[in-house]
């Protein structure tokens, strides 16, 4: 595509409608991630020919209900501005079925490059109001115990790294972005920034291609290419970090280094996928079983992959007193699979569990946009067919040297008051 942009087309008759996609990158800063997380929700509220919110919701009703939002989100270290519109398939509706498509990229074109002004600036009420409302949504975070100790947790392995911000940036920050540092900010990052469409439905390739072309921003020469993934710093020893809040019940969050990350081979990858399920990522998990039901240490326990780092976090809800037991479990329970391996029946659940949720993904276009852009971003072109077919190969001795290598870098602890 023209100007550096990457168009991906997923031509089906699966769906009624037609899916659009677009991402912006950047890595997370400082300033620089409270900018576009400010600017997402300014460029909701309207542009230069539907100046608001009236506009551009009477807009999208005539499109026959067509879908339109604007979000900052995080991949990885990664801050993604991401437009998004879909509309009903042309061929349902009675008239202009075949205008749908043109218009919604065209909308998504004029957000980003002729966003609402007034006197050449970024209305200042609109800032003031989106800085506010930025602040209650931050606050909401925080309000929910789980991600708030998942967040510190990520903050303490990732510190001094991309890997410790978040993509709704920091309320601190906020009192020093006016209209004019936001427009200029916008400006250079829509024609600098690397550019993702991703189009699905029943289109015409070759028109959709004409259509990004004619319609989106382009950059005055090629974009930039996307930053490489950083590096954790290096491990000095496992961090313990106790901290206390107004909660009833502890929440305890272990960080995990894994020798594998998003970029390594399908078959490596595939490993990990299973060694996460098999330990804690589903109800029939070893941590699940044997620290939830067995023994009853705690309320819930989980784990999940933050695979662009290689990192595994197990998530825990905990009474105080019972912390350094449900560490000390969830330790021997990695040091038993390193050292034995799981059973042939544990990697055959896992592995009928990993194809299930693969398979499910066909339905879900979501799910098939964020499972191609994370690798995109990852510099890694393993397909979800094969990513499929490496699960069913993958032996049990690859899950073992995973779990065999993998070591504690954080164990954070967020609990009441009156426990610490």
Known sequence: MAGGGQLH??????????????????????VAVTQLALLSRLLERGTRR?????????????????????QSVAFGPFQLLHLH????????????????LERGLGLLGEVLAEPFLEDGQL???RIEQEKASLRRFVESLLNDRSLLAQRRCMECIGADTPWALAPHGSPAELSHLDGASLLSFLRNFVIDAPMDIYVC??????QVADLCVSLLPAAHDDRRACAEIPQLLPLAGPQQILESADVSQGRLVLGFRTPIRLGATVAEYAALMLMNLLFGGDAYSRLYNHIREQLGLCYHIASYLEPMAGLLLVEAGVEP??????VEQVLQELRELGTHGPSRAEVERAQALARQRLDGAEDDRESLVHFHHARRLAGTNGSRLQLHAALAAVPAEAVQSIAATTVLDTEYFLGPQESA
Do not use: C, M
């Open 9 to 30: 087309i997923r031509q089906t008759t699966r769906f009624k409608s037609v899916w659009v996609d677009l991402f912006l990158p950047q890595l997370l800063q400082p």
């Open 85 to 100: 519109y879909d509309a009903v398939d042309g061929a349902f509706v009675p008239r202009d079925g075949d205008d749908l």
């Open 201 to 206: 439905g029943d289109v015409d390739t070759e």
């Open 50 to 70: 539907l100046p608001d919110l009236r506009a551009l919701n009477q807009y999208t009703d005539w499109l026959y209900g067509a879908a339109f939002s604007v």
């Open 321 to 326: 007193e019972h912390r350094s037991a449900v």
């Open 123 to 125: 209305p200042q009420a």
